[in-house]
T-cell receptor
């Protein structure tokens, strides 16, 4: 079974802190994604990557950056956390489209 | 930007009944997928239907796609309490980079 592991289940950070969310997949997938999920808004794509060191902006990239130095790992960085970034963050990976995406269990981030 | 819109937002039925959820989208698609999310967890892929297909089955799931109406439906037959979850449709428009756009989801509650 494909496993997508997100480093933290719950995270509480203060406004202005730099926050790293880590995601690791074990199936050699080319594509990796970061979504955020908010009530009433569904899932919104922040960034995605289709290869090592490659990244593409999604629909809501502002305030975020990403890093993909190794194929299995995709990191989401909040340079200066703000309260409006309080959300559930979901990482996913997949093979060349239209293969299904495999999701991690999410990181619930609270910024106070 | 949201592509798919699920309808209804919430659905409550009794065990054994059938559940039908609908998804409408705005622009042409290559593929449409349905995912399920149990409370507080990541999404799990259920089924994929391509734009040249009209119907697909998988166990108790039946998906239809009407590209002329830009809509899809997911039917779960003989529902069980364990089917209680949120259900999302997701679309892609093809192209060289794989980008899935999700709707806001339908919350299905199956009462025992």
């Amino acid at each position: 079974d494909v496993k997508v592991t997100q480093s933290s289940r719950y995270l509480v950070k203060r406004t202005g802190e730099k926050v790293f969310l880590e995601c690791v997949q074990d199936m050699d997938h080319e594509n990796m994604f970061w979504y955020r999920q908010d009530p009433g808004l569904g899932l919104r794509l922040i960034y995605f990557s289709y290869d090592v060191k490659m990244k593409e902006k999604g629909d809501i990239p502002e305030g975020y950056s990403v890093s993909r130095e190794k194929k299995e790992r995709f990191s989401l960085i909040l340079e200066s956390a703000s309260t409006n970034q309080t959300s559930m963050y979901l990482c996913a990976s997949g093979r060349t489209f239209p293969s299904p995406l495999h999701f991690g269990n999410g990181t619930r981030l609270t910024v106070t | 930007s949201q592509q798919g819109e699920e309808d209804p937002q919430a659905l409550s039925i009794q065990e054994g009944e059938n559940a039908t959820m609908n998804c409408s989208y705005k622009t042409s698609i290559n593929n449409l997928q349905w995912y399920r999310q149990n409370s507080g967890r990541g999404l799990v892929h259920l089924i994929l239907i391509r734009s040249n297909e009209r119907e697909k089955h998988s166990g108790r799931l039946r998906v239809t796609l009407d590209t002329s109406k830009k809509s899809s439906s997911l039917l779960i037959t003989a529902s069980r309490a364990a089917d209680t979850a949120s259900y999302f449709c997701a679309t892609d428009s093809g192209g060289s980079n794989y980008k899935l756009t999700f709707g806001k989801g339908t919350l299905l509650t199956v009462n025992p």
